[in-house]
Structure formats: C-alpha cells, structure tokens
C-alpha cells in the first residue's frame, strides 16, 4: 500500500513563479524524500529530510517537514519550463532488524509554462 | 561511482508468455534492491525488495516473483504473463540500511499484448 499522498495531483503555473507540492503520511517515518520523474524516464533524487529536522534548502528547491501533521511540503521557487516533471514524495520506514523500505505516493504532475 | 543498470529499455510480450527483466548494479556492496511498477499516469508500486542474496520480500501478491542471486543482481520474472501486467517496471537500490536516497535505473516498458 502507498504512504504518501501528494497533493495536488496536477499543477500548472507559469514561468517565475513558485511550485508548492504537499505530501502526507501515514505512520512513522525515519525520512521523507522528493524525487523527481521525468516523462518515461527512471526517477532523480531531489532532498531527504529526517525526521528530526524540520526545514531544508537545496538550490531552488525548500523542504518542510512537519512530524505532528505527519505532512511534507516541497516548494520550488522561480520556476523554469525544465521544472516539468512529475514529483513524488517517498517515506522510509525502518522496519524490525532495522531493514527498511521506501513507499511512494501518487505523485504530482507539474507542468511549468514558458 | 555506483550505476544501476536495467534492460531491456522496452518489451513487448504475448500473453502466457514468460518474462524476465534484469537489474544490475556495479560500485556497491549489499545494497538494498527494489521492483517497483508504474501503472500510466500513477504512482509507484513497490512489488519486491531484498536485503540480501537469496531474501526477497513481497508487498502485494501477483502473477510475478523476483531472485536475487548475487548481491548486486536483480531479476524479476513471471512465467506466463497477463495482460494486467503491463506496465513501466523500475529497479532502484539504495544504501544497506535503506535510509539514503534510492538510485533507479531507467526502466522497462512492458506491453503484453
């Protein structure tokens, strides 16, 4: 069964503008990630967040986590045409043994217009 | 470096026939490995993951199985394929412990026709 759920499930904006993706969980996590997924292509890392941090920043792109919500959020700012992707949030569960495994939500189609 | 290494890129398969895709990753040991399947237009589907040769965990039963015979290989396989089988297949792995980032490779497109 899926973890997460990102919302909303389409997004078009314009070019410059900001991109806010929303994800929320079920159960506890170890870490939440973003990754990336263009049209037919294997999925791209973007950032993780651990469960013990609450905001993180990478280039253009700004991670939130909020534990008690058990939600996500992932903006990106300025965005450009080459933003256009599909963006999932995935969560990593440790399981006994301290082996672990990594769910996917639905993820959000984005489509950034020049 | 680590790569991930999955073929073949696409597939087309009759129906009842066997399937076998294979993964491979070079540049690190006892990775933890993943099948995941994605339906058109939705979201990952974790089918198996394995932490170790020969250990394989399954998350929804189906018409499918997976072998890990070495430690970096990854082998997803039916014997008689349905057409509810087609779909975008992806071979990832990540660290050990599986609290890394996951690395995927580029995927298979199967059609069952």
């Known amino acids: 069964s899926q973890q997460g759920e990102e919302d909303p499930q389409a997004l078009s904006i314009q070019e410059g503008e900001n991109a806010t993706m929303n994800c929320s969980y079920k159960?506890?996590?170890?870490?939440l990630q973003w990754y990336r997924q263009n049209s037919g292509r294997g999925l791209v890392h973007l950032i993780l967040i651990r469960s013990n941090e609450r905001e993180k920043h990478s280039g253009r792109l700004r991670v939130t986590l909020d534990t008690s919500k058990k939600s996500s959020s992932l903006l990106i700012t300025a965005s450009r045409a080459a933003d256009t992707a599909s963006y999932f949030c995935?969560?990593?569960?440790?399981?006994?043994?301290?082996?672990?495994?990594?769910?996917f939500g639905k993820g959000i189609t984005l489509s950034v217009r020049p | 470096s680590q790569t991930i290494h999955q073929w073949p890129a696409t597939l087309v398969q009759p129906v009842g026939s066997p399937l076998s895709l294979e993964c491979t990753v070079e540049g690190t040991s006892n990775p933890n490995l993943y099948w995941y399947r994605q339906a058109a237009g939705r979201g990952l589907q974790l089918l198996f993951y394995s932490v170790g040769i020969g250990q394989i965990s399954s998350e929804v039963p189906q018409n499918l199985s997976a072998s890990r015979p070495q430690d970096r290989q990854f082998i997803l396989s039916s014997k008689k394929l349905l057409l509810s089988d087609s779909g975008f297949y992806l071979c990832?792995?990540?660290?050990?412990?599986?609290?890394?980032?996951?690395?995927f490779g580029q995927g298979t497109r199967l059609t069952v026709v």
């Open positions: 159960t506890s996590i170890n870490n």
């Open positions: 995935a969560t990593v569960t440790l399981n006994t043994g301290a082996n672990s495994k990594l769910t």
């Open positions: 990832a792995w990540s660290d050990r412990w599986g609290i890394y980032e996951a690395f």
